[in-house]
Structure formats: C-alpha cells, structure tokens
C-alpha cells in the first residue's frame, strides 16, 4: 500500500505521522510546494520510526510527482488554512487552482489512485478534483464528516461525561456552518441521546459543532490540524484495509436524498474500492429542510467556482 499526501503542512504531516504509526501504509510519499519541507517532514517521521516501533517509510519531495507514482491513494492537503475573521469560502481564489493542479499531476502517475481531498472549501475542492480527475464518484471524495462527527461525539462525551468511544453519530451536509448534525440518529452506548440530555445542552453543542474549525481558528490563529488530519488518515484506513467502515463522506450525489449533482456529505461505506455504498436515511421534515439549506450553499459556492473556470477558458 503506497499513498501520497499533498501538502506538508499542519494537517498533511499529521495525516502522514499517523499513517506511518500506525503502519496503515508500506510507504508514505509526502509532497509540498516549498523547497526542502516535505523532505524534512517525512525525515523527521522516519527518525521516529525506532521510538515509536514501525516499519512504514516515509519520503519527502519538492514538487517531484514521478516519486509518487502508482501510489493507491493519494490524500490532497495543499493549499491555504483560513486565518480569523475568514471564512472556508474566502480560500475559494487561491485553494482552487492548486487543488486542479495537484489532481493533474497525481492522475497522471497514478492513475487508478483514489483520492480524498481535505483542503478548503472542503466539499467545493471536492468537486475540483473530481472535475480535474475524471474518475468514477467512488474514487473521489472529501474528508470533513469524519472530523465534524468527532467534534460533536466529543463535546457530548465531556458533557456527559462518559467514553468518547461509545458515542455514535451521523451528520449530513455541507462542511461549514450548514452542516446537519442528526441527535436522531446519535446514541451513546446504544440509548438514544436525547434520553440522557436535555434539549437545551444538547442544542448548544450542535451550534459549538457547527462552529468547530471557527472557534480552532480563533485560539490558534489558523485552523486545526491534529483531528483533520487523524480523521483523513481513517479514510485511509478504511480504504487500504478494505475495512467496509460507514463514515459520513463528501461525494457527489447522484439522485440520492433527491439530490442531483451536487457534493456534500452523507454516510457511505468505505471498503477497497473507495466509496461503495451510498446510504440513504429516511429523513424527517425539519432534518429535509436542513439538508436542502446546506445544499443551496454548496452550490452557490460551486457556481463560483464555474464562473472562475469559465472566465480562465475566455
Ligand atoms: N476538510 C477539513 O475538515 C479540513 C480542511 N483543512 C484545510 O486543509 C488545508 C491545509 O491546512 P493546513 O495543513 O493547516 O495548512 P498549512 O499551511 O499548514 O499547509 C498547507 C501546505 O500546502 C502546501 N502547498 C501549497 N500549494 C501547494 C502545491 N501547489 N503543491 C503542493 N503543496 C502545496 C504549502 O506549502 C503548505 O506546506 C487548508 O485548505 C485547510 O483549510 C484544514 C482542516 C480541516
Ligand atoms: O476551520 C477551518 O478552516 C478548517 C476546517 O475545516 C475545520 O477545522 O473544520
């Protein structure tokens, strides 16, 4: 199992780290613009290799793809973090072309490679890529629910105080404030949620989860990177050791929840060939009409990111 990860900043080098840890990979191959960094990043991982007990190499290139090549997945983390004050949406300008440029380069040395893309505006650099790759919707998808469903799991678990590890939950939408946290489908220890909190928290910490990567953002100064990149390398995971997880996942839809078109995230089973399954819930009315919401926003932001692409080929 090769993968390649683009981009060695904060969440790229923290994907990497845990890919190599947790031997998920033979090789990792970590890539950045800047001259020397990856290089560094990946020898700074490989030298803990005898502390931390594992065999996965890690190799760092400036910009050079051919050393990526045939790699079986490839985790996309180039391009700019929001600072305070931004939004996801303002990196549209910059993150886009690297986002387009990145996915030619790594399709044309591996070309049956499935992609996860992480970098902002998540579910519209989805769609980028996707366009750029020219592959089937399975093999092209973006990491967000994994990390905004860890978010809330752990402010339930502090609140509750009880295991992050027994509380589950599904969360649909667009990655950003629209995002759809469902306390239907969340239960920990396999009760129902709403049995052992009352609406009141339990609505203080959806709003927190929707507000997640801001209120990172506002601590640091940039955003966050330890869960993004812990929740990209899950992906991964998933993918490499065909484990058949169901994470909620940005893709295309394609008439499911009677959407057509448009990337956003909703639970899919994750297995060797990238996205297999698609699931569907039987949402409610008010749960709908938080869905359709987040969807009007992503595709106003993808018809930004068409008009860009339309004005780049006049
Ligand atoms: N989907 C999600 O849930 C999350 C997404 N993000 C996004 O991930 C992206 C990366 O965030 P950080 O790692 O914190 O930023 P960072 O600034 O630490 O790292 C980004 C790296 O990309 C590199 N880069 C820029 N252009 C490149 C190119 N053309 N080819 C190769 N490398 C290139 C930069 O040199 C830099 O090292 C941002 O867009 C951020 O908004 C961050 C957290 C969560
Ligand atoms: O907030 C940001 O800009 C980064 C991100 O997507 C997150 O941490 O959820």
């Not at 050791?241 to 956003?264: A, H, M, S, W």
Request: glycine share 8%; aromatic share 4%; hydrophobic share 40%.
């Amino acid at each position: 199992m090769k993968v390649t990860v683009v981009g060695a900043g904060n969440v790229g080098a923290t994907c990497a780290d845990v890919l190599a840890y947790r031997e998920i990979a033979n090789e990792v191959v970590l890539v950045d613009i800047k001259e020397g960094f990856a290089e560094g990043k990946a020898l700074d991982i490989w030298q803990k290799s005898p502390i931390n007990l594992y065999d996965t190499r890690t190799v760092g290139v400036t910009n050079d793809y051919s050393r990526t090549a045939d790699s079986d997945i490839v985790v996309i983390t180039s391009g700019l973090p929001r600072k305070p004050g931004m939004t996801r949406d303002d990196l549209i300008s910059t993150n886009a072309g690297i986002v387009q440029s990145v996915t030619e380069n790594v399709i044309q040395h591996s070309p049956n490679a499935i992609i996860i893309v992480v970098s902002n505006p998540l579910d519209v650099m989805t769609y980028a890529a996707h366009l750029t790759a020219k592959l089937p919707r399975s093999r092209v998808m973006g990491m967000a629910g994994i990390l905004d469903t860890a978010r809330y799991r752990a402010f339930l678990a502090e609140a509750l105080n009880v295991s992050p590890k027994d509380i589950q939950a599904v969360l649909l939408g667009g990655h950003g404030d629209t995002m759809v946290p469902l306390p239907r489908y969340t239960t920990v220890g396999g009760i129902p949620v709403t049995e052992l909190i009352d609406e009141e928290t339990l609505n203080a910490i959806i709003e927190r989860t929707k507000n997640g990567g801001g209120e990172l953002v506002k601590l640091m100064g940039t955003s966050a990177w330890y869960a993004p990149g812990s929740a990209a390398a899950q992906m991964v995971e998933a993918i490499a050791r065909d484990q058949k997880r169901i994470f909620p996942v940005c893709i295309k839809l394609e008439g499911e929840y009677g959407i057509n078109g448009t990337y956003l995230g909703v639970p899919v089973v994750l297995g060797k060939n990238g996205v297999e399954k698609v699931i569907e819930l039987q949402l409610n009315e008010d749960e709908t009409e938080l869905l359709r919401n987040s969807e009007k926003h992503v595709r106003e932001v993808m018809e930004v990111l068409d008009s860009m692409t339309a004005s780049k080929s006049n």
